[in-house]
């Protein structure tokens, strides 16, 4: 039986347009297969069919308008329908079920339960102890028989009463200040300690060898040994025990390496024979071919370093989303699940940034337990303590637990379980508590006896407590960073947690084993020199077998490739499948979409308007159509997706939930309902630029860390792009992320009504500083799609290391036919739009992008027809381009002064053209300006220079003086500067638009 398929609720929307047929009679459909594309003025959406079966009537055709209820098509159900098509994956898809243990009163962490025994100090206040004990021993009675979840739900259900009855409740934002992990729950490492030991020991020492050497070479080169020499446990244990490499079995960890700890990375790759002496050497030294870089940049070690993470902050957001991404891909059917993690090695002063605590809350919102942070918190920053007055460790554990994260804390070595397990009194713990970080700063500074009095000395049963240990032996009580059986179990314990991102916060010592230069000291951070006798102290603290004099030499250590040392070492990255940092990619291409699939864009839209958002997101719409392409695209939106009418993606494609949808959306009738599903494919990231810029950078690096070359474009306004995001914008340059960046809304005068601080007009000089960033400001929608299919095949077929910016606006005119030819030109970054005649008084060059080359179009009417000169008018779809053709050209006609110069691109399309330069655009002069010395013509540039402010787009142009009226008589003005005409024509345009040539300058007002 034929059934109608008709318009749904497309909400308030009336006689729309259908602008594309997607079916004819006789055609197989599936369920939700598209039927036809409707365009309002604002936004457009495919209908899906409801049902599977056989076209049979066609009831619209492009053109025609449709409403709520109209019919489109009839259709006929058939068994033989075909299911719905597969999405085709590299790797089958999974049905992943994430396992979210029922909860069990904070059981999440399965670390084995012991029950801490720790004594209490009398407390003044407790008027009944022996009432006290009582409650003590029925809870641990209930340990003891039922087990610690039974213990854990009736303190629950204790608290959950008190609540009701109106008290008080304790603040359990933290919990006392020693490890989380009891010594009895510890798991033991697999390691030879010895061994580890002296690798350490090597590693330390290479690491400060290769500061010393470089800064003896040049104290201009710098450097950091304090940060790598407090952290080295801290990587030494995960490198020998638990991150496993990339291979063709697994997919790999993947580690952000603290920026400052570099050195240390390459004293380990130096050890396992990845990189030789003469590297170590040109440690800071990289305009010569083989230096290291200063610290983790992939685009200057392409092979090594995965994460660009020097700029503090960064890395923890982009952690989060990368490790957010990973579920993505997995979730989508993309990856296989393979229990990978993501570590992430953190400054305790880096966590005063704000990106670094921003999103915290989403990394468990989204229950990423992939994500494992370590903190080295060795107390201290660049100047001095990070928390003097407090500590940082409860501080921290306060903000990731209040977020719902698993917070490990590792504060004390092994040398103080004996201690703390016969502390009878619970005074240490109490002191422990009550000892602020700028304290615990001073005791590692300050020696042995200092602690004693300072410290134990407070109270008089920790003095007795330490009575029989010597000064040396006080010293010795090593921080919990620092012991490789804590750090061990730590990490242990976080691989096996699920259901939520964990925390390791380790306490350290910065400089550790510096001596009295360097060790928890304020200067540790900028210590970069060590004397000689700073440097026998290193090697004699550490045991490095070196003689003085090899000392004095600074000479590095590594002992012979049979040694037990090296083998243990290569043996163990051996098992865990290779070593790390490595960066590499085994991701296939995409093959760009044929040219065809852009058709349409390619003709003019006759009367009908639209904007280049408009053309931009009708792209998007014909990609999901490619099933090559359509896959691996990931609409990244900063909940824009109404403004930028892309709210039909919603149903077509889904919204990525990690949790499905649980609720029935308000909306549900509509055809751009809310949908959010486990599978889906848009990332809505809400109000946040710095995270949505973080997805993005994760999908466009895909092909790196996960082998799958994705094509991410992220849409945001345009000023709140580069401006609000460009520390990470630079860091995805660095990264060499792949994909699309689009400046939407973009142009001072474009965005009419917003003001100030929406109104973009530099975002494309921003872009312009970063150099594998090709950016685009066109005008037309051919532009637009001429430019997108080539960044496809440039980034994603041939896997160039570029990624594109392109601004988009939501100002609707129409759009005219290709030119023939222009293809070149479009990409170059300016072809020639229209040639004006020869039949006027004299000629003029007018070059315009974005929606100015629309004032420029007009004022070439008006120059023409009011004033008798002829136009050349050519689009230019890139300033930044042809800059860069200019500065290139440029530089080889210098260094090749006995050839015949080459001429700029710039100087191939205007130097045989009549008359002076024109050029005018929606951004500041400087943009244009950018290619006025690759000319030899007169060149005079309009932009809009100065803060926006919300009025009619016709208004704005008028203030910025880049309306028709205002380039016609600066047009005027130059030709009669340039003798070309008199000046009686510009004085007469001038008045007769009414310009006011007293007033100030734009920029001023
Ligand atoms: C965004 C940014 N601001 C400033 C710096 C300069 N800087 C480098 S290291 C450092 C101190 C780092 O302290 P911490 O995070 O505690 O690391 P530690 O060396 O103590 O492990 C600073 C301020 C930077 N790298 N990035
Ligand atoms: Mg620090």
Redesign the pocket.
């Known amino acids: 039986m034929a059934q109608n398929i008709s318009v749904p609720d497309i909400g308030d929307f009336k006689d729309v347009e259908v602008i594309e047929v997607l079916v004819k009679p006789g055609d197989q459909i599936s369920k939700n297969d598209p039927i036809v594309t409707i365009e309002s003025d604002k936004s457009s959406v495919e209908i899906p069919s409801p049902t599977a079966g056989e076209i049979k009537d066609l009831k619209v055709k492009i053109g025609d308008k449709v409403s709520e209820g109209s019919i489109l098509a009839t259709i006929e159900n058939s068994q033989s329908a075909p299911t719905p098509k597969e999405e085709k994956t590299e790797n089958p898809k999974k049905e992943i079920q994430l396992q979210e243990k029922p909860k069990t009163n904070g059981e999440v962490n399965p670390v084995k339960q012991v029950k801490k025994i720790f004594a209490e100090p009398a407390s003044k206040d407790d008027i009944d102890p022996v009432e006290t004990n009582e409650w003590i021993d029925s809870l641990n009675s209930v340990i003891e028989n039922d087990g610690a979840s039974r213990a854990s739900y009736l303190l629950n259900k204790v608290i959950d009463q008190a609540y009701k009855s109106g008290l008080v409740l304790p603040d359990t934002r933290t919990t006392p200040y020693i490890n989380t992990i009891p010594p009895e729950a510890e798991t033991k490492s697999i390691g030879d300690q010895n061994i580890e030991k002296k690798i350490r020991a090597y590693i330390r020492w290479n690491a400060a060898a290769m500061v010393v050497k470089a800064n003896k070479k040049s104290p201009e080169l710098g450097g950091?040994i304090?940060?790598f020499a407090?952290?080295a446990t801290l990587y030494d244990v995960g490198m020998n025990h638990f991150w496993r490499a990339k291979n063709n079995k697994f997919g790999g960890d993947l580690i952000y390496f603290?920026?400052?700890s570099a050195p240390g990375m390459y004293a380990r790759a130096f050890l396992e024979g990845r990189l030789n002496a003469s590297q170590l050497n040109g440690f800071r030294q990289e305009v010569n071919k083989g230096g290291l870089s200063s610290y983790p940049h992939p685009w200057l070690m392409p092979n090594f370093w995965q994460f660009p993470t020097?700029?503090?902050?960064l890395g923890p957001i982009m952690a989060i989303y990368q490790a957010r991404f990973l579920k993505y891909l997995i979730n989508r059917g993309l990856v296989k699940d393979e229990g990978r993690k993501i570590w992430v090695f953190?400054?305790?002063?880096?966590m005063d940034?704000p990106e670094s605590l921003g999103a915290i809350g989403l990394a468990a919102r989204e229950k990423l337990d992939n994500l494992i942070f370590v903190i080295?918190c060795?107390l201290?920053?660049?100047d001095g303590p990070?928390r003097g007055n407090g500590k940082i460790i409860q501080e921290l554990e306060g903000s990731f637990r209040g977020s719902g994260w698993n917070v490990i804390k590792v504060i004390w070595g092994t040398y103080w379980d004996q201690l703390l397990a016969k502390d009878k009194t619970g005074l240490l713990i109490k002191r422990m508590n009550e000892c602020v970080d700028g304290e615990y700063q001073a005791f590692k500074a300050k020696g042995g006896s200092y602690v004693r009095e300072k410290f134990f000395g407070k109270y008089p049963e920790l003095k007795d407590l330490v009575s029989s240990m010597t000064d040396k032996d006080i010293w010795r009580l090593n921080r919990g960073g620092h012991d490789p059986h804590k750090v061990y179990a730590a990490y242990d314990s976080a691989m096996k947690n699920k259901g939520t991102p964990t925390v390791i916060l380790a306490k350290t010592i910065?400089g550790y084993g510096m001596g009295k230069t360097g060790e928890s000291v304020n200067t540790t951070?900028q210590q970069k020199k060590l004397d000689e006798q700073d440097l026998l102290y290193y090697r004699d603290r550490f045991q490095v077998p070196l003689t003085d004099k090899q000392v004095k030499n600074i000479e590095y250590y590594k002992p012979s490739e049979d040694s037990e040392e090296i083998k243990y070492l290569k043996d163990k990255r051996l098992k865990l499948g290779g070593f790390i940092p490595e960066r590499s990619s085994f991701a296939k291409q995409i093959k760009a979409p044929p040219k065809d699939i852009f058709d349409v864009f390619m003709k003019s839209t006759g009367e009908k308007e639209m904007s280049t958002t408009m053309a931009l997101v009708r792209m998007m719409t014909a990609l999901l159509r490619d099933k090559n392409v359509s896959p691996r695209l990931v609409p990244i939106i900063p909940d824009e997706a109404r403004t930028f009418g892309m709210e039909g993606f919603f149903q077509k494609i889904g919204i990525y939930a990690h949790e499905g949808q649980k609720y029935e959306p308000v909306d549900s009738e509509q055809l751009s309902s809310y949908r959010e599903d486990k599978s889906g494919q848009v990332l809505e990231e809400g109000i946040n630029e710095s995270g949505a810029m973080s997805s993005w950078i994760a999908a466009g690096t895909a092909y790196t860390n996960h082998d799958i070359e994705m094509i991410p474009i992220y849409i945001f306004y345009s000023m709140f792009g580069f401006q609000r995001v460009g520390d990470l914008a630079w860091a995805a340059g660095d990264s060499q992320a792949r994909g699309f960046l689009i400046g939407a809304t973009a142009g001072r005068t474009t965005l009419a009504g917003e003001g100030l601080q929406h109104q973009d007009g530099h975002s494309h000089l921003l872009a312009s500083n970063i150099p594998n960033c090709i950016s685009y400001d066109p005008t037309f929608a051919y532009e637009m799609a001429t430019i997108f299919r080539e960044g496809i095949k440039r980034m994603h077929e041939k896997k160039e290391n570029i990624f594109y910016y392109i601004t988009a606006m939501n100002e609707n005119y129409s759009h005219p036919e290709k030119p023939k030819g222009s293809d070149e030109g479009i990409l170059k970054g300016m072809y020639l739009f229209k040639e004006g005649g020869n039949k006027g008084k004299t000629k003029v060059q007018l070059l315009g992008s974005g929606t100015i080359l629309r004032e420029i179009i007009a004022a070439s009417k008006i120059l023409s027809k009011e004033y008798n000169i002829d136009a050349d008018i050519w689009s230019v779809t890139s300033f930044n381009e042809l800059r860069r053709n200019g500065m290139i050209t440029e530089r080889s006609n210098l260094l090749n002064p006995n050839e015949k110069p080459k001429q700029t691109y710039v100087q191939k399309c205007l130097d045989k053209r009549d008359g002076p330069i024109i050029a005018a655009s929606d951004y500041t002069r400087a943009f244009a300006d950018q290619i006025r010395p690759y000319t030899d013509k007169t060149f005079y540039s309009f932009g809009t220079d100065g803060y926006g402010r919300s009025d009619t787009r016709k208004n704005l142009r008028k203030f910025f003086e880049v309306d028709k009226e205002h380039i016609v008589a600066f047009t005027l003005s130059a030709l009669a500067k340039e003798q070309l005409i008199g000046s009686k024509d510009a004085d007469k345009a001038i008045k007769k638009f009414k310009i006011d040539k007293d007033r100030d300058f734009p920029a001023n007002l």
Do not use: I
């Open positions: 950091h304090g940060t407090s952290a603290q920026g400052h020097v700029s503090m902050g953190l400054g305790d002063g880096e940034e080295n060795n201290q920053r660049l990070v910065k951070h």
